[in-house]
Structures are given as C-alpha cells and as structure tokens.
C-alpha cells in the first residue's frame, strides 16, 4: 500500500494523523460504549483550568510567612496542614515539603516522568515534562538555575529532589525581604510556580505569573 | 529498562524552553486526553506503574519527537485495546463494533469531585522488613532490568545515604506487569553530586532519590 505520500521504505515514518483529532475521534468512540461519561470529562477538565493550580501553592506558602504554628505544622505534616485550607485533594497524596533558606536551595524534577503535586501546582509546564529539564536538573542543577535568572552563590548547598515513587516535593522559597508590612494576600500574590519548583527565588518585585 | 524516558544525567538536550504565561491546556484536545486519562483509568483494569511503562514502550524516536499529551494518547489507545475496553478495529473504524453492548463509565460527573484526590500507594498494613535505617550508608545496586523500574540509571551502582524512611508502598516494578503489589518500604536516600558526576560537580550539592528497599544494598 504505497502512496505518493511515503516512502516505500520508510513506512513507519509516516506522519500520523493530527492529534486532535484522533483525539476527538477516540472520545467519541469512548462515549458511544459507554467508556467515558463527557459531562465528567467536562468537569475535569475544568477543575485543572479553573480550580487547581499554582495559586494553591502560593496561598500555602504565603500563610506559613505570617502564621509560624502553620509552618511547623506544614513541615511536619503536609497533606494535613494543606488540607487546612480547604485543598482535599492533597490527602491522596504523600508530600513532603523541602524549605530553602540562606545556605540550602532545593530544587525539584522527574527524571522518569512527570511526577509533580497536582493539588497544590496544579498540572506541570511543558518545560518541567521536557527532556532538557529532566536530564539537565540533577547533573547541573546550577546551570538550570541561570537560565531561570538564578545565580547561586558556591556555599549555597543545592539538594535536588527526583521524584522516582509517590512521594510529591513542594518547594517552600524564603520570604523575600522588604515585605515585613505585607499582608498575607500581597505575599501569596507575589509566590511564583516556578519558586515553588525551586528554580527562581521570590522577590518583592517578581509577581507571581510563573 | 534501559529507556530513552531514563534521562537524568543525559547531554544535547539543549537549553530549557519556557514559555511566558503558558495555558494549562495549550489547545482544547490536550484536556480532553487528560480527562479521558483519567475517566478510562476508573474502570481499574491497570494501574498508575503500567501506565507509565506504557509510554516507556513508546519507540525512543517518537517518545523524544512526540509532545506530552501526543504520548498519552498513544499510551491510552494500547491501554485501552490491551485491556480489552476497546478493540483496534473501533480504534481504527471510530466506531463500536456492531451489536456491541453499551457499557456504563466508572466516572460520572458526581464521582469527580472524589475522583481529584489520587488513590494512595502506601501500604502500612502490609508486613515488610526495613532492612535499611536514617543515616545508614547503602549502595543502589546495579541491576537492569527489562521492564518498568524506578531507580534511575544514573544511580545505580552509587553510594549515598539514608535519610528518611517513608513507610511501605506498592512496589512499581512488579505492580506495573500485574506481579503484585509487593509492598516495601521506601527510602529517601541522599546522593553526593560528586559521587554521581565526579569532580565536575560542586561539592555542595546532592541529589535525593526515592529508593526502595530491594533497589538497596549494605555498604
């Protein structure tokens, strides 16, 4: 079955269909056999545009910079501390949370996968699930750091974290100073995804989109 | 095994691409393959380890040119078929196969709000033996195998230490080729970088990986 449109002898380099719709047509065939309920497809899809992100994480972090009681309790037992604020879907989930200060930075990957904590970050970034951050994070971890904007200094020790089980890591950056006065909503503005993956710092100029 | 997914430590990949005030879903589909990700894994014909090494099967060319969602969608459809919710003649038709019978879905829009909190993979009931303890010396072994593991390739073989002990968990590497949960006790065990990557590496840095206890041996 030879076709203008490949070589004869390269047939598995055949360009496959668009994606989106082999997508929609294999929805629709999940739907027709009553694989797939779309109404739950729908609800899905929305929690994770709407509901569950990294503004989660932002508000966890931010509360630990004003309420110390909050922090221990968040080091010592994260999904139940989490849980606190009202974000249920951590208590399937084994975090752990890794806090950075003046002389250690953590830092977080999967070098296998994927892995990263859903509920508190919402679904990863294409960079964090692509091959340059997956091989480069645990052999130059530094290296990474710089193209975030990040220069650590030598005696700064770096412990990064490969997420290899079920285990989740949440990186809790340090309050950036000059934000003595802030309230807790202005810090939580200013906590950034990226920070809580650990590769950039929080500053009071930063703002907290990535 | 040996995949082309086991990339830590690998060169050429080339600088991390970001991108500015990135969408969750960069087009409408990638949603619809992460729902339909999770809707066709309630019926619990598979786990979240077979999975994984589902897309590990994925040929090292088209894993590295494909993008994310590309790859679940290949994952998904050889899940589907394998485990017989769909045959690759409706895969390939779009349709179900005459006089088939209509199945009721697992996950109807009530059961997402529960369906968002992830099943637990600890087993603390289980009986196992922590061979290892916090602060011990071990070595992750050198071991190969051709199915679905968790220890990095770039640990194996290396010295580190034990730092915590999380408790016992669903072994990965059985539970993805349906051997059994094999629960056992799951380590955080900490890595010199320099003991990873000689002398290149800073002397500060470490590298913590997630071990269990048969990936570990006594020093």
Redesign the interface.
């Known amino acids: 079955m030879h076709t203008q449109d490949h070589e004869p002898d390269h047939d598995h380099q055949v360009v496959p269909p668009d994606?989106?719709l082999?997508?929609?047509?294999?929805?629709?065939?999940?739907v027709?056999?009553?694989?797939?309920?779309p109404?739950?497809?729908?609800?899905?899809?929305d929690?994770?545009?709407n509901k569950?992100?990294p503004r989660n994480g932002a508000r966890v972090v931010a509360r630990t910079w004003v309420d110390a009681a909050y922090r221990k309790r968040l080091l010592a037992v994260p999904g139940a501390a989490i849980a606190e604020l009202g974000y249920?879907?951590t208590?399937?989930?084994?975090m752990?949370v890794v806090e950075n200060t003046a002389k250690v930075h953590n830092l977080v990957?999967c070098?296998?996968?994927?892995c990263y904590p859903?509920?508190v970050l919402?679904?990863p970034?294409?960079?964090y699930?692509?091959?340059?951050?997956?091989?480069?994070?645990?052999?130059d971890?530094?290296g990474?750091m710089r193209?975030?904007g990040l220069e650590l200094a030598?005696?700064?020790?770096?412990?990064?974290?490969?997420?290899?089980?079920?285990?989740r890591y949440l990186v809790l950056p340090e309050r950036p100073a000059g934000t003595e006065t802030w309230t807790e909503e202005e810090l939580a503005a200013l906590v950034s995804r990226d920070s809580m993956i650990g590769v950039v710092k929080v500053s009071a100029t930063s703002g907290g989109?990535? | 095994m040996n995949g082309v997914h086991d990339m830590g430590g690998m060169q050429g990949m080339g600088p991390v691409q970001r991108e500015q005030n990135e969408p969750v879903f960069h087009s409408p589909w990638e949603g619809r393959m992460y729902a339909i990700n999770r809707a066709i894994g309630a019926w619990r014909k598979w786990n979240i380890d077979a999975g994984r090494h589902e897309i590990e099967l994925i040929p090292p060319a088209d894993y590295l040119r494909m993008s994310y969602y590309e790859k679940w969608l290949t994952r998904n459809i050889e899940l589907l078929v394998k485990h017989g919710l769909v045959t690759r003649e409706e895969i390939d038709s779009g349709k179900p196969a005459p006089g088939s019978a209509k199945a009721a879905p697992p996950l109807t829009l009530n059961g997402v709000p529960a369906a968002l909190i992830r099943g637990s993979y600890m087993r603390p009931e289980a009986s196992a033996k922590a061979r290892f303890k916090s602060g011990q010396h071990v070595r992750a072994r050198n071991m190969n195998p051709v199915g679905h593991t968790r220890l990095p390739h770039y640990a194996r073989g290396k010295a580190g230490t034990v730092i915590r002990n999380h408790g016992i968990f669903v072994f990965p590497d059985t539970n993805a080729h349906f051997l059994g949960e094999q629960p056992q006790y799951l380590y955080s065990v900490r890595f010199a970088a320099r003991e990873l990557w000689g002398e290149q590496a800073s002397r500060r840095d470490f590298v913590f990986i997630d071990m269990w206890d048969s990936y570990l041996e006594r020093i």
């Open positions: 994606p989106a082999r997508t929609k047509a294999l929805e629709s065939l999940l027709e056999k009553g694989i797939v309920d109404k739950a497809l729908d609800a899905l899809v929690a994770y545009e569950i992100g249920e879907e208590q399937g989930e084994h752990v990957v070098t296998l996968c994927s859903w509920p919402g679904l970034p294409v960079w699930k692509s091959a340059p951050y997956r091989s480069r994070a645990v052999i971890p530094r990474v193209e975030f030598e005696d700064v020790e770096v412990r990064v974290w490969d997420s290899t089980a079920e285990i989109k990535a």
